[in-house]
C-alpha cells in the first residue's frame, strides 16, 4: 500500500544554504522506495525582510555586518555546494533583493502540482543563472515554464492583495519560531534545521516513514 509523507519546506530563493538544502532533500526523496508519496509544499520566508526594494551588494553587505571578506564566509557554502553537485560561485550574483514576488508566484504553483520545482528552477535560475529573478518579466519567464499563463503571473506578482498573503505567511513563519533556514517539517512532526549532510535527510525521512 502507497505511504503519502509530506515535507513542509522553508527557504527564500537569495539564501545559499537554502540551495544545498534543498539539493540534499531531493536526493533523499530520489532514494526513496516507488511505494512511499512524497508532497513537498513550500512556504515564505524572508531571509532579510528588511531588504530595500533596490536591493543591496551583498559583498557590501556582509562586510558591513560581520567585518569579513565575503569570500572567506561564500568559501564554505561553495564548498557544500559542491559535495552537492553544483557548481555556484557566489561572487557571479552581487545583488539580494526582496523576494515576495518570487514566493507570491511560488505559493500560486500549488495547485499546478510542481510548486517546489518551481521553487529550485528559480533558486537555480537566481545563483547558477546569475538573473534578475526580482524583475517581472524574467520571473513571469519562469513561471511559464511551469505552466502559468504569462498574463496571469505578472498580474499575480503585482496583485496587492496576493502579495499581503505571501507577508502574513512570511511573518507568521518568524512568529512560530523558524529563525532561519532551510528548515523542513517531515511529516508535521519532526523538524530539521539548515542543510544538514544527507545522512541527516535519510534518517529524517526513514523515522518519519516507519511512523506513517
Not at 31 to 46: G, K, Q, S
Amino acid at each position: 500500500m502507497t505511504k503519502t509523507l509530506k515535507i513542509d519546506v522553508f527557504t527564500d530563493v537569495v539564501c545559499p544554504w537554502c540551495l544545498v538544502g534543498s539539493a540534499r532533500l531531493d536526493k533523499a526523496i530520489a532514494a526513496l522506495p516507488d511505494d512511499i508519496d512524497v508532497v513537498v509544499e513550500n512556504h515564505p520566508f524572508y531571509l532579510d525582510p528588511n531588504t530595500p526594494e533596490e536591493g543591496v551588494v551583498v559583498a557590501d553587505m556582509l562586510r558591513e555586518k560581520y567585518g569579513k571578506e565575503p569570500s572567506e564566509m561564500w568559501e564554505r557554502v561553495e564548498s557544500e555546494a559542491k559535495k552537492a553537485g553544483i557548481d555556484l560561485d557566489l561572487s557571479q550574483q552581487p545583488r539580494m533583493f526582496p523576494t515576495k514576488k518570487v514566493h507570491t508566484i511560488t505559493r500560486l504553483a500549488k495547485p499546478l502540482g510542481n510548486q517546489h520545482e518551481l521553487a529550485n528552477a528559480i533558486a537555480n535560475a537566481y545563483f547558477l543563472e546569475h538573473r534578475q529573478v526580482n524583475d517581472d518579466n524574467v520571473l513571469a519567464d519562469i513561471a511559464v515554464e511551469f505552466g502559468f499563463d504569462r498574463g496571469d503571473a505578472l498580474d499575480a506578482m503585482n496583485d496587492e492583495n496576493e502579495l499581503a498573503i505571501t507577508e502574513q505567511l512570511a511573518t507568521d513563519a518568524a512568529a512560530q519560531g523558524i529563525r532561519g533556514v532551510p528548515f523542513f517539517v517531515f511529516g508535521e512532526k519532526y523538524a530539521l534545521s539548515g542543510a544538514q549532510p544527507d545522512e541527516v535527510f535519510e534518517r529524517a525521512l526513514a523515522q518519519t516513514i516507519d511512523e506513517l
